[in-house]
Each structure stands twice: as structure tokens, then as C-alpha cells.
T-cell receptor, first 113, second 114 residues
Framework: AQSVTQLDSQVPVFEEAPVELRCNYS??????LFWYVQYPNQGLQLLLK??????LVKGINGFEAEFNKSQTSFHLRKPSVHISDTAEYFC???????????FGAGTRLFVKA | DTGVSQDPRHKITKRGQNVTFRCDPI?????LYWYRQTLGQGPEFLTY????????KSRLLSDRFSAERPKGSFSTLEIQRTEQGDSAMYLC????????????FGEGSRLTVL
């Protein structure tokens, strides 16, 4: 079985500042990793995913994440945030041989002017 | 491709009533999932269909919950004898079969049990 821990429930940050949202996972098997974003009153949508290969993954809207197997982490970063990035961000994991995606509790990113 | 659609978007019901939610997945997706999300939490897995077959049901789902996916197209999630603890957002997602495929979510059906 897999589990996901998102270390920060809320992250306030000023516009144009960098941000990192932290995610750690636990699994006894190889995994795929995902970040989803949920804007207010909208469904979850994929930001980026790690399947294999390069540990640095680039996604939409200037976000990127780095897979660190030894630390079982998949932190999400953006060098300069915008007001429009205000949303809830969910880290998720799925075993490579499985079908069930397990989500973390989410991190609410609040970008201030 | 109109995405995943869910109906109704909001449902308010009295305790003890039955409710049914419908999900229409993306047409070429053969995998369909139901999740539940409560305030301050991430989506929790409820059940999974591959085509019309329900392959897994979470222990979170009591006997009052039932899901179907007739003919491998739309799906319904029924909750019988609703309780206040059932109040949540019920999310439907679909995906293609295959490894590494991501989930496409609907906007959810919010249930409030009074």
C-alpha cells in the first residue's frame, strides 16, 4: 500500500516570490507520482507527473517537481508565483502495477499581492 | 471531448433519504473511479471500474453505498439511508487503461445531509 504526506497545509507567499510545496510518500513498490491542482469551484487537474527517467519533471504553468528516491520525496516548485496560482495542490502516488491513486491531504497555496 | 461530467452538482437531503449521483466519463476512457473529499482532506478512494466490472471497493464504503457502471459507460453512485457523516464532495474521475495514465476529474457532486 502507498501513502502520501504533504508537510504543509497552507503556504502563504507574496507574488513573484519562489515557492516549494513539500510531498513525501511511502511505498513498498515502485511508484508513479503526480501533482494535481484544484482551483476554486473547479475539478482537480493534472499539473505534472513522474513515471520514469529524468528526476526533474516540468509541468504546466511553470511548475516543476523533483523525484528523490532516497528521500522518498516529490517536492513541487515554482520560481515566481502569480496571484492566479492561488489554489489547492495535491500530491498523489500510484504503484506501477496498480490502478489506485492515493492522494495527500493537500496544500493550500495563497499568493498575496 | 467534453470532459467528465457529474450530476447533480449539489444535493441537499434529509437524513434517511436515498440519493443517487451520476458520472459521465470521457468517452474513450475505460477506467472510472469514485472518490470522496471532505473539507481539508484530499480525495479518498471509494471504488474503481474497468469497463463495466467493479474491481475494487474501499472499506470506507458501507453496505449503504452501491455503484454501478452498466455497459461500461456512465456510472451511478447511490447512497441509501443517508447519514450526516455522508456529507462530502463526491468526485468522479476517468482514465485510459495503461501504465502511468493520469486521472481526469469532474467538478464533483456536493452532498449535504441535514
Amino acid at each position: 500500500a502507498q501513502s502520501v504526506t504533504q508537510l504543509d497545509s497552507q503556504v502563504p507567499v507574496f507574488e513573484e516570490a519562489p515557492v516549494e510545496l513539500r510531498c513525501n510518500y511511502s511505498s513498498s513498490v515502485s511508484v508513479y507520482l503526480f501533482w494535481y491542482v484544484q482551483y476554486p469551484n473547479q475539478g482537480l487537474q493534472l499539473l505534472l507527473k513522474y513515471l520514469s527517467g529524468s528526476t526533474l519533471v516540468k509541468g504546466i504553468n511553470g511548475f516543476e517537481a523533483e523525484f528523490n528516491k532516497s528521500q522518498t520525496s516529490f517536492h513541487l516548485r515554482k520560481p515566481s508565483v502569480h496571484i492566479s496560482d492561488t489554489a489547492e495542490y495535491f500530491c498523489a502516488v500510484r504503484g506501477t502495477g496498480g490502478f489506485k491513486t492515493i492522494f495527500g491531504a493537500g496544500t493550500r497555496l495563497f499568493v498575496k499581492a | 471531448d467534453t470532459g467528465v461530467s457529474q450530476d447533480p452538482r449539489h444535493k441537499i437531503t434529509k437524513r434517511g433519504q436515498n440519493v443517487t449521483f451520476r458520472c459521465d466519463p470521457i468517452s474513450e476512457h475505460n477506467r472510472l473511479y469514485w472518490y470522496r473529499q471532505t473539507l481539508g482532506q484530499g480525495p479518498e478512494f471509494l471504488t474503481y471500474f474497468q469497463n463495466e466490472a467493479q474491481l475494487e471497493k474501499s472499506r470506507l464504503l458501507s453496505d449503504r453505498f452501491s455503484a454501478e457502471r452498466p455497459k461500461g459507460s456512465f456510472s451511478t453512485l447511490e447512497i441509501q439511508r443517508t447519514e450526516q457523516g455522508d456529507s462530502a464532495m463526491y468526485l468522479c474521475a476517468s482514465s485510459l487503461a495503461g501504465t502511468g495514465t493520469e486521472l481526469f476529474f469532474g467538478e464533483g457532486s456536493r452532498l449535504t445531509v441535514l
